[in-house]
Structure formats: structure tokens, C-alpha cells
């Protein structure tokens, strides 16, 4: 797998790039180290470098407090990967879905690239507003759960939606960790 291909195959082409991400192994094994750990670092690296060596205006993290902070995001981030992939594959059976880890862990693993890309943003803190082009990894999952769990047609949208309400108290939880310890 060419990382800059997936990259661009998934934010481009999602329903032709989902079938071929289907035929790769899905086992967290192989999905982290070579796809997630490092997309998921350009949020952290981005909002590091931003907020403290850029800063917005006269105001800057430290240097110490914002990389202690963007490990712990990252980790965290990684964490919300595999949280997210057990609730696609439990939610499975209730909409009528093939339960399947691997391809719960490539949905959950893939999805999130929109967002995760649109983190560079964080680099200048004044287009740090531009990373609600992220939102398109919502699409994303949509075609990934109905490409991989195959759900029924008439129940992929609600299957979706199901998964998104679970994923955003999954990163509310998230977030609400990295605010209690850093105050930002």
C-alpha cells in the first residue's frame, strides 16, 4: 500500500477505494503501523508546531506542556480507532450487518483520513477553522460501513448514523480527557 495513494484514493474515489482496502489484512497489526499511526500524527504534530512554536498572536503553549499534549492526543487518538471499530462491529447484528472485526477495524481505521488530514490546518492557528472539511470523514464512514459491514440498503444510513452517535460520545469523552489535564 502507497500511503500517499490511500490518501488520495479515499478522499477521491471512497466507493472504489473501499473494495480494494477490503482485500488488504485488517488486523490492527497491520493497519496501525502502516496507515494510522501515521495519519493520525497530523493533528498532533500540526496543533503542536501551531500553538506552540507559531502561536496566535502573542499567545504560545509551551513547548514542554503543547508536546506532552500532542502525545497525549495522538495516543488518545489511536485508542478512539480501535473504541470505534468494536462499536461498528457490535452494532452490526442490530442493523441486519455482517459482523466482522477486520472490516470494522478498516472502517474505522480509513473513515477518519478527511479529518485527520484537514489537521495540517492546525499549523497556521488562524485556518485552524478549515478543519471542518474533516466532516467529509463522515461520508466516508457511510461508504466504508455500507461497502465492508454490508448492511441492508434500507438500513445503512440509520447503521451510520448509529455509529456517528456512538463515535462523537467516544470523542467527546476523548477531548473531555485532554481538557481536564490541560485546560485547553
Known sequence: MNLVERIKGILLQPKSEWPAIEREPGDAGYLFPNYVA????????CTFIGTSIIGFGAYRVGIGLGLIRAVVVYALSLAG???VAYIIDYL??????????DNAMRVSAYAPTAA?????FNIIPALAFLGILGLYSLYL??????ALMKPPADKAVVYTIAV???A??????I????????GL
Open 38 to 45: 501515521i495519519v493520525a500524527a497530523i493533528p498532533a504534530v
Open 81 to 83: 480507532v480501535f473504541v
Open 92 to 101: 452490526a447484528g442490530t442493523f441486519g450487518a455482517r459482523k466482522n472485526l
Open 116 to 120: 485527520w488530514v484537514a489537521g495540517v
Open 141 to 146: 464512514l457511510h461508504t466504508g460501513i455500507a
Open 164 to 166: 456517528i452517535v456512538c
Open 168 to 173: 462523537i460520545i467516544v470523542w467527546v469523552i
Open 175 to 182: 477531548f473531555g480527557v485532554v481538557a481536564m489535564l490541560f
